[in-house]
T-cell receptor, first 110, second 118 residues
Framework: QKEVEQNSGPLSVPEGAIASLNCTYSDRGSQSFFWYRQYSGKSPELIMSIYSNGDKEDGRFTAQLNKASQYVSLLIRDSQPSDSATYLCAVSPDDYKLSFGAGTTVTVRA | GAVVSQHPSRVICKSGTSVKIECRSLDFQATTMFWYRQFPKQSLMLMATSNEGSKATYEQGVEKDKFLINHASLTLSTLTVTSAHPEDSSFYIC??????????????FGAGTRLSVL
């Protein structure tokens, strides 16, 4: 069983719509949860971190964490063509070592 | 500006040669750095944890004699791919843990090195 699983995608949404990304993890000891955005040929860049149950909003991005269900999600509101990228969910037991999901590729259609 | 500097950004080499990749922490000292590998269309896989002044810790299935890691100072870790073969062609990325919000650590990634072995 994979440690971190993401919805397979690719996900295509029209400009201005909401993109919804999901992630589940297997290690109940996980404490830190991250969403990274990776453009083709580039290294990942952190867009959201979340550590406690509930929602966390940052601009057009909202992360949701439910530790009981071992579930993390990311919503991208008012999607823009520049949001087209692969989104990686990462989980860590200790703030240091990260386990990444396979990623979900999002395409925002203009 | 960049927190982590990784060089070179791209390497093309012949099979059997060795390639050294550098990862520098620019803003803070790092006793620990991480090396990841990413094959096309796949996610990042942690290869090893680089420890300043001591041996690196390798993840299961990663050959320590093939991927040599040296963390000689608090700002520099190097990954040497020895006797590279075409199957070693990949995107290698280093990361440095740093201070994020609420005292939590976050990982700062280098720009990555695209290795192509002919």
């Amino acid at each position: 069983q994979k440690e971190v699983e993401q919805n397979s995608g690719p996900l295509s949404v029209p400009e201005g719509a909401i993109a919804s990304l999901n992630c589940t993890y297997s290690d109940r000891g996980s404490q830190s949860f991250f969403w990274y955005r990776q453009y083709s040929g580039k290294s990942p860049e952190l867009i959201m971190s979340i550590y406690s149950n509930g929602d966390k909003e940052d601009g057009r991005f909202t992360a949701q964490l439910n530790k009981a269900s071992q579930y993390v999600s990311l919503l991208i509101r008012d999607s823009q063509p520049s949001d087209s990228a692969t989104y990686l969910c990462a989980v860590s037991p200790d703030d240091y070592k990260l386990s990444f999901g396979a990623g979900t590729t999002v395409t925002v259609r203009a | 500006g960049a927190v982590v500097s990784q060089h070179p950004s791209r390497v093309i080499c012949k099979s059997g040669t060795s390639v050294k990749i550098e990862c520098r922490s620019l803003d803070f000292q790092a006793t620990t750095m991480f090396w990841y590998r990413q094959f096309p269309k796949q996610s990042l896989m942690l290869m090893a944890t680089s420890n300043e002044g001591s041996k690196a810790t390798y993840e299961q299935g990663v050959e320590k004699d093939k991927f040599l890691i040296n963390h000689a100072s608090l700002t520099l870790s190097t990954l040497t791919v020895t006797s590279a073969h075409p199957e070693d062609s990949s995107f290698y990325i280093c990361s440095v843990p740093g201070q994020g919000a609420r005292g939590k650590n976050i990982q700062y990634f280098g720009a990555g090195t695209r290795l192509s072995v002919l």
